[in-house]
T-cell receptor, first 115, second 116 residues
Framework: AQTVTQSQPEMSVQEAETVTLSCTYD???????LFWYKQPPSRQMILVIR??????QNATENRFSVNFQKAAKSFSLKISDSQLGDTAMYFC????????????FGTGTRLTIIP | DVKVTQSSRYLVKRTGEKVFLECVQD?????MFWYRQDPGLGLRLIYF???????EKGDIPEGYSVSREKKERFSLILESASTNQTSMYLC???????????????FGAGTRLSVL
């Protein structure tokens, strides 16, 4: 079974600063996907970024990027030039590559951007 | 635009009541999921369905059942609600990618259920 660990329950950062959210996971699979989802206050969960394990290049989406270290089973999310709209719960999630389309989530990090 | 709609944002029920949580998606997705979200525990999978009338247990199915009679609709049923089922319930759907590829889940806004 897979497990996903987010060791930072809460974080806060000043607007325009850079923040990194950590995520580690445990699996015996070689092929899998990793995701960061964002859940703003009282709003729907949305996908922020995804990473295929077989790709060595780290995924980026505008101000969001990941640091994927497969050997260390680490998948951190970096938010650059943070904005007030980045205030949300962030969940790291794992999915096996084939035949099993379930997500395993971490416990989440509540990020607050301070004006 | 992708849309997953949960019928209620807030529900208050009494212990022992039968509770139905409804979820509808308009994307013709094969897969649908029900999660429970609790502080400090993240999201935990209750049940999922990969086709009409098909269902599989997730990590915490006890006390719940599901129904999927039509492709677009996935219902979560609490046969006899208990106080420990007070929680946020999230529905999600995704396209089946049985040949591989990334399978993004799209979420509804959630139903906050209080059982008194």
């Amino acid at each position: 079974a897979q497990t996903v660990t987010q060791s930072q329950p809460e974080m806060s950062v000043q607007e325009a600063e850079t923040v990194t959210l950590s995520c580690t996971y445990d699996t015996s699979e070689n092929n899998y996907y990793l995701f960061w989802y964002k859940q703003p206050p009282s709003r729907q969960m949305i996908l922020v970024i995804r990473q295929e394990a077989y790709k060595q290049q780290n995924a980026t989406e505008n101000r969001f990027s990941v640091n994927f270290q497969k050997a260390a089973k680490s998948f951190s999310l970096k938010i650059s030039d943070s904005q007030l709209g980045d205030t949300a719960m962030y969940f790291c999630a794992f999915m096996k590559h084939f035949g099993n389309e379930k997500l395993t989530f971490g416990t989440g990090t509540r990020l607050t951007i301070i004006p | 635009d992708v849309k997953v709609t949960q019928s209620s944002r807030y529900l208050v029920k009494r212990t022992g009541e039968k509770v139905f949580l409804e979820c509808v998606q308009d994307m013709d997705h094969e897969n649908m999921f029900w999660y429970r979200q609790d502080p400090g525990l993240g999201l935990r999978l209750i049940y999922f369905s990969y086709d009409v009338k098909m269902k599989e247990k997730g990590d915490i199915p006890e006390g719940y059942s599901v129904s999927r009679e039509k492709k677009e609709r996935f219902s979560l049923i609490l046969e006899s609600a208990s106080t420990n089922q007070t929680s946020m319930y999230l529905c999600a759907s995704s396209l089946s990618t049985r040949t591989g590829g990334v399978d993004i889940q799209y979420f509804g806004a959630g139903t906050r259920l209080s059982v008194l």
